[in-house]
């Protein structure tokens, strides 16, 4: 069982158009990651959120993190084709615990 | 910063052949380290916690006795996958924890058995 869903699971925009990458959780986590992971790669680290209702901006990219731990978004504002790949959240319910992955949104940046 | 090199990058193997990845912290201890396995366009499935001096953690459905995780110091943790089998073609992928840091991630493993 995935204890975050990510949604949408496959995302194809234009170059310069505006992106909103959800997920949730009936589980609560103590801190969540965004990742980028380009194909043959491993995943990088874009974001750690730690505090309800924090908001972090990398760039184009501003991530938000729910008031109760819950559920985050990443929004990426003016998409770039470099901007193409597989994001992936991963959250852990304790600081020692083992991340979860969501499912991922694979993103297609068209120019 | 949080540094975790892996190797090989890919490799290709004969079926009933084993195969070894190793992943290593560079520039920070791990006692815990993670391995997973991805399939082309889906996310990383958890498939063992590699523990620093003992046995590892597998996930449910992954078997021990074919994917044997060694975790023998505190910057090197491995993974065999032994009498490799077509379907055990996969990326794999490791990842250790730095406290105050966040996870990292290898660089991933491309497995090919033929």
């Known amino acids: 069982t995935q204890l975050l869903e990510q949604s949408p699971q496959f995302l194809s925009i234009q170059e310069g158009e505006n992106l909103t990458v959800y997920c949730n959780s009936s589980s609560v986590f103590s801190s969540l990651q965004w990742y980028r992971q380009e194909p043959g790669e491993g995943p990088v680290l874009l974001v750690t959120v730690v505090t309800g209702g924090e908001v972090k901006k990398l760039k184009r990219l501003t991530f938000q993190f729910g008031d109760a731990r819950k559920d985050s978004s990443l929004h990426i504002t003016a998409a770039q084709p470099g901007d193409t790949g597989l994001y992936l959240c991963?959250?852990?319910?304790?600081?020692?615990?083992?991340?979860?992955f969501g499912d991922g949104t694979t993103l297609t940046v068209k120019p | 910063g949080a540094v975790v090199s892996q190797h090989p990058s890919w490799v290709i193997c004969k079926s009933g052949t084993s195969v070894k990845i190793e992943c290593r912290s560079l520039d920070f201890q791990a006692t815990t380290m993670f391995w997973y396995r991805q399939f082309p366009k889906q996310s990383l499935m958890l498939m063992a916690t590699?523990?620093?001096?003992?046995?590892?953690?597998?996930e449910q459905g992954v078997e021990k006795d074919k994917f044997l995780i060694n975790h023998a110091s505190l910057t090197l943790s491995t993974l065999t996958v032994t009498s490799a089998h077509p379907e055990d073609s996969s990326f794999y992928i490791c990842?250790?924890?730095?406290?105050?840091?966040?996870?990292?991630f290898g660089s991933g493993t491309r497995l090919t058995v033929v």
């Open positions: 590699s523990n620093e001096g003992s046995k590892a953690t597998y």
């Open positions: 991963a959250g852990a319910p304790t600081n020692a615990g083992k991340s979860t």
């Open positions: 990842s250790a924890r730095k406290p105050s840091y966040g996870y990292t």
